[in-house]
């Protein structure tokens, strides 16, 4: 209650400071209004049942408030809109062609009185429902060649049905659709991305506009807003030189021997050595991992503790020669020296650990001091990443989808939620695991428990359900990577009803073949722009470019920025801005920042 007590307040302000015209305008803030009224009444029907109602209306309504708040989630919710037409096409087709080859199967593998004839249409063609989800399924490989084998078994030539089906459906079709959600969603983004440009610039003008409306006082002393307009004009160009990212010059050392040793600290060859020692100390965990791996009472040993010590002495000689070359903030200017550092003080304080807690089990067995170096250590091998170029870019690239696609990931999470409350309200408790597992352990199952084999039960899918949120969503996600994601329907159809398979075919449209192209579809866009501006790059240069990225500079080179006269016609035709009808011809005259 206290956070809808927030949202309503926010709405009240947000409706009294647009006043009530914009506000009949506003389709975000009219479903504003709608969901806080929903979830009011929502809330207090609960109250009155005690909480204890099973259906909770309100619940689907959440996202609502996280989606409205990001103006990138709307847009990107616009290009979805927009691409739809294009991609309900393609999936009007998809079925098109699932439904003609279904029909073409049930005329194939028909009931025939040999019933060793009859292990296709039992196991995959027995009715319409059965043969739709059998090719659906095939059409994202998870069930082959599963599907064919007993067709396959009984003629060769049955191969040809199965192999038409997937090259259409799955190397044309599916394939066609990325590239089509790519150019449409790319397209309508990159307008998107136009028109927030554009609106950005007219709303720093008119910032600016405002700003200068009041000329100096009479007696020569400047006003307020002149002085505010001094100041942020000084902000921003000390913003923009902030944004470009330098390191601080090297110390200065006046004996030769420590210009000799800073030189030498310095030099690129040190970082190599460096990358090699920690490909060479992986190597010697997997070495004495596999050796030590056949027993568990061998593993308390000092070879790998003695290995260890000697390559982690290596790693504070080497930060520490790096803080002598570059200086205590040259060496921290450095997102690499940063995280080698940090990992080397982690490692010496695990060694430390390993001299005091040893053959305290007590407390922590040598062994468990051993893991956790060892898996530092592997992290470490990340080092390597900056200095191989195609390797940075591809790095820098994921880096900058977790930067700057916050808004796909939301909307992602919001689909995840509508998704996972509707199917706890569907199938809540639907499948009960059998007494035994609960009761004891897996070792004591008895024969008596027999399942078919490729089924819910025979894979043990169990805590694979809708019984709670968390258990919800990693249900969805394994039906959004297709692997085996046939048990699930296969079981929920036979627990619940036929036409739970909407429900998941559903999720499987709108994560596995909308969204996941849609990723694709960025990761492509992100990609492709890194790769035109680095590829005459060095290695150097990639981590500048790092800097440089965004979700509007990935179309800089389509985007046209608005004139200075288009703003000013604009800005004095804008309803709520009333200003001079002549454009302020000093402020034409200035160079723009």
């Given at each position: 209650?206290?956070?809808?007590?927030?949202?309503?307040?926010?709405?009240?302000?947000k409706?009294?400071l647009?006043?009530?015209?914009?506000?009949?305008?506003?389709?975000?803030?009219l479903?504003?209004?709608?969901?806080?009224?929903?979830?009011?009444?929502?809330?207090?029907?609960?109250?009155?049942?005690?909480?204890?109602?099973?259906?909770?209306?309100r619940?689907?309504?959440?996202?609502?408030f996280?989606?409205?708040?990001?103006?990138?989630m709307?847009?990107t919710?616009?290009?979805?809109?927009?691409?739809?037409?294009?991609?309900?096409?393609?999936?009007?087709?998809?079925?098109?062609?699932?439904?003609?080859?279904?029909?073409?199967g049930?005329l194939?593998?028909v009931?025939?009185?040999?019933?060793?004839?009859?292990?296709?249409?039992?196991?995959?063609?027995?009715?319409?429902?059965n043969?739709?989800?059998?090719?659906?399924?095939?059409?994202?490989?998870?069930?082959?060649?599963?599907?064919m084998?007993?067709?396959?078994?009984?003629?060769?030539?049955?191969?040809?049905?199965?192999?038409?089906?997937?090259?259409?459906?799955?190397?044309?079709?599916?394939?066609?659709?990325?590239?089509?959600?790519?150019?449409?969603?790319?397209?309508?983004?990159l307008?998107?991305?136009?028109?927030?440009?554009?609106?950005r610039?007219?709303?720093?003008?008119?910032?600016?506009?405002?700003?200068?409306?009041?000329?100096?006082?009479?007696?020569?002393?400047?006003?307020?807003?002149?002085?505010?307009?001094e100041?942020?004009?000084?902000l921003?160009?000390k913003?923009?030189?902030?944004?470009?990212?330098?390191?601080?010059?090297?110390?200065?050392?006046?004996?030769?021997?420590?210009?000799?040793?800073?030189?030498?600290?310095?030099?690129?060859?040190?970082?190599?050595?460096?990358?090699a020692?920690?490909?060479?100390?992986?190597?010697?965990?997997?070495?004495?991992?596999?050796?030590?791996?056949?027993?568990?009472?061998?593993?308390?040993n000092?070879?790998?503790?003695i290995?260890n010590?000697l390559?982690?002495?290596?790693y504070?000689?080497?930060m520490?020669?790096?803080?002598?070359?570059f200086?205590?903030?040259?060496?921290?200017?450095?997102?690499?020296?940063?995280?080698d550092?940090?990992?080397?003080?982690?490692?010496l304080?695990?060694?430390?650990?390993?001299?005091?807690?040893?053959?305290?089990?007590?407390?922590?067995?040598l062994?468990?001091?051993?893991?956790?170096?060892?898996?530092?250590?592997?992290?470490?091998?990340?080092?390597?990443?900056?200095?191989?170029?195609?390797?940075?870019?591809?790095?820098?690239?994921?880096?900058?989808?977790?930067?700057?696609?916050?808004?796909?990931a939301?909307?992602?999470?919001?689909?995840?939620?509508?998704f996972?409350?509707?199917?706890?309200?569907?199938?809540?408790?639907?499948?009960?695991?059998?007494?035994?597992?609960?009761?004891?352990?897996?070792?004591?199952?008895?024969?008596?428990?027999?399942?078919?084999?490729?089924?819910?039960?025979?894979?043990?899918?169990?805590?694979?359900?809708?019984?709670d949120?968390?258990?919800?969503?990693?249900l969805?996600?394994?039906?959004?990577?297709?692997?085996?994601?046939?048990?699930?329907?296969?079981?929920?159809?036979r627990?619940?009803?036929?036409?739970?398979?909407i429900?998941?075919?559903?999720?499987w449209?709108?994560?596995?073949?909308?969204?996941?192209?849609?990723?694709?579809?960025?990761?492509?866009?992100?990609?492709?722009y890194?790769?035109?501006?680095?590829?005459?790059?060095?290695?150097?240069?990639?981590?500048?470019?790092r800097?440089?990225?965004s979700?509007?500079?990935?179309?800089?080179?389509?985007?046209?920025?608005?004139t200075?006269?288009?703003?000013?016609?604009?800005?004095?035709?804008?309803?709520?801005?009333?200003?001079?009808?002549?454009p302020?011809?000093?402020l034409?005259?200035?160079?723009?920042?």
């Amino acid at each position: 209650m206290v956070c809808l007590l927030i949202f309503s307040l926010d709405l009240a302000t947000k409706s009294y400071l647009i006043g009530w015209d914009e506000f009949r305008k506003n389709k975000w803030l009219l479903g504003y209004t709608v969901v806080i009224t929903v979830s009011m009444i929502d809330w207090v029907l609960s109250v009155s049942m005690v909480c204890d109602e099973r259906l909770r209306v309100r619940r689907l309504f959440r996202p609502f408030f996280l989606l409205q708040n990001s103006s990138l989630m709307k847009k990107t919710l616009k290009c979805i809109k927009r691409t739809l037409p294009e991609i309900a096409s393609v999936i009007l087709l998809l079925a098109l062609h699932l439904c003609l080859f279904t029909m073409l199967g049930m005329l194939l593998f028909v009931k025939t009185e040999d019933p060793s004839k009859n292990r296709e249409w039992e196991s995959h063609f027995r009715g319409l429902p059965n043969s739709l989800t059998s090719l659906l399924v095939l059409l994202t490989t998870a069930n082959n060649p599963d599907v064919m084998i007993p067709a396959y078994s009984m003629n060769r030539a049955y191969f040809i049905f199965f192999m038409l089906f997937s090259v259409i459906g799955t190397y044309c079709l599916m394939n066609l659709l990325t590239a089509i959600i790519y150019n449409q969603f790319r397209g309508y983004l990159l307008m998107s991305v136009q028109t927030s440009i554009i609106r950005r610039r007219l709303g720093i003008r008119a910032a600016f506009e405002v700003l200068n409306c009041r000329r100096e006082q009479p007696n020569g002393e400047k006003s307020h807003c002149r002085i505010f307009n001094e100041f942020i004009c000084k902000l921003w160009c000390k913003i923009s030189i902030w944004s470009i990212t330098k390191h601080p010059p090297l110390p200065e050392y006046h004996s030769p021997v420590f210009q000799t040793l800073q030189r030498a600290f310095s030099h690129y060859a040190l970082t190599v050595i460096g990358n090699a020692v920690a490909l060479a100390n992986v190597i010697c965990i997997c070495v004495s991992s596999t050796l030590t791996s056949k027993s568990t009472t061998e593993r308390d040993n000092f070879y790998m503790e003695i290995i260890n010590l000697l390559f982690i002495l290596y790693y504070l000689c080497e930060m520490s020669a790096k803080l002598f070359a570059f200086g205590w903030k040259g060496y921290f200017s450095y997102r690499n020296n940063v995280f080698d550092g940090l990992l080397t003080v982690l490692l010496l304080c695990l060694q430390i650990s390993m001299f005091v807690f040893y053959k305290r089990h007590d407390v922590i067995s040598l062994w468990e001091l051993v893991r956790m170096i060892n898996m530092l250590i592997v992290f470490r091998l990340l080092r390597i990443i900056p200095d191989i170029k195609l390797m940075a870019l591809v790095a820098s690239t994921l880096m900058d989808l977790v930067k700057n696609l916050r808004a796909f990931a939301g909307i992602l999470v919001v689909v995840y939620y509508v998704f996972a409350v509707i199917g706890i309200w569907l199938f809540e408790g639907a499948i009960k695991p059998p007494p035994i597992l609960s009761n004891s352990t897996m070792e004591n199952i008895t024969t008596n428990f027999s399942v078919i084999c490729g089924t819910y039960e025979q894979l043990e899918y169990w805590p694979n359900n809708f019984d709670d949120f968390a258990a919800a969503i990693i249900l969805l996600y394994d039906v959004m990577i297709v692997n085996n994601w046939q048990a699930f329907i296969e079981a929920y159809s036979r627990y619940t009803t036929e036409w739970s398979k909407i429900y998941f075919v559903g999720w499987w449209l709108v994560s596995s073949v909308m969204w996941v192209n849609l990723f694709v579809a960025l990761i492509l866009e992100n990609f492709i722009y890194k790769w035109d501006r680095s590829h005459s790059c060095s290695v150097i240069d990639v981590e500048r470019i790092r800097y440089e990225t965004s979700v509007q500079l990935m179309f800089k080179g389509q985007i046209q920025e608005p004139t200075e006269e288009e703003l000013l016609c604009q800005l004095h035709q804008h309803p709520h801005l009333h200003l001079d009808q002549e454009p302020n011809q000093s402020l034409l005259a200035q160079p723009r920042p």
